[in-house]
T-cell receptor, first 114, second 115 residues
Framework: AQTVTQSQPEMSVQEAETVTLSCTYD???????LFWYKQPPSRQMILVIR??????QNATENRFSVNFQKAAKSFSLKISDSQLGDTAMYFC???????????FGQGTTLQVKP | DTGVSQDPRHKITKRGQNVTFRCDPI?????LYWYRQTLGQGPEFLTY????????KSRLLSDRFSAERPKGSFSTLEIQRTEQGDSAMYLC?????????????FGPGTRLTVT
């Protein structure tokens, strides 16, 4: 069975600085997708960035980028120029090409400090 | 393009009562998913539909839970004989089935409290 692990329950960063959130996963499949979702306090889940396993190039969306290491089964999220609005819980998630369901990690609570 | 909507946003019920939640997906999305999220945890998959067909159910979905998507548009999730352990946020998500089918977009959730 596929699993997703986020080993950092809480992190904090100063505004305008860079922070990296870690995620590892376990799977025997070769074709899958990885995502980072953001869930602000009392607000809905927002898709931040996605990575296809067959692509070697790391995905980037504005201030958000990933470091995808397929052999190591690692998928970290880097947030550059952190903003107060980045304060949220961040979830790493996996979906295989065979099923539609997302498998989430436990989440990392990120606090951006002014 | 409106997002995924869920109704109600909050529901308080007494143990043993039945509750029903509704989810309206993004209009062109034919896949619809239900997840359950407890406080401080990641969402857990419950079930999903492609059009009106229910394609997968988690073992978390006991026989007290039933989901339907009768016309391939909105979906309902019913919990019968609620228990305190059912207290959670119930999330709905939708996606396309071709192209960017693995990108799921979430609604605001229905927070259930069983007293």
């Amino acid at each position: 069975a596929q699993t997703v692990t986020q080993s950092q329950p809480e992190m904090s960063v100063q505004e305008a600085e860079t922070v990296t959130l870690s995620c590892t996963y376990d799977t025997s499949e070769s074709n899958y997708y990885l995502f980072w979702y953001k869930q602000p306090p009392s607000r809905q889940m927002i898709l931040v960035i996605r990575q296809e396993a067959y692509k070697q190039q790391n995905a980037t969306e504005n201030r958000f980028s990933v470091n995808f290491q397929k052999a190591a089964k690692s998928f970290s999220l880097k947030i550059s120029d952190s903003q107060l609005g980045d304060t949220a819980m961040y979830f790493c998630a996996y979906v295989s090409s065979n099923t539609g369901k997302l498998i989430f990690g436990q989440g990392t609570t990120l606090q951006v400090k002014p | 393009d409106t997002g995924v909507s869920q109704d109600p946003r909050h529901k308080i019920t007494k143990r043993g009562q039945n509750v029903t939640f509704r989810c309206d997906p993004i209009s062109e999305h034919n896949r619809l998913y239900w997840y359950r999220q407890t406080l401080g945890q990641g969402p857990e998959f419950l079930t999903y539909f492609q059009n009106e067909a229910q394609l997968e159910k988690s073992r978390l979905l006991s026989d007290r839970f039933s989901a339907e998507r009768p016309k391939g548009s909105f979906s309902t999730l019913e919990i019968q004989r609620t228990e305190q352990g059912d207290s959670a946020m119930y999330l709905c998500a939708s996606s396309l089935s071709l192209g960017r089918e693995y990108e799921q977009y979430f609604g605001p959730g229905t927070r259930l409290t069983v007293t």
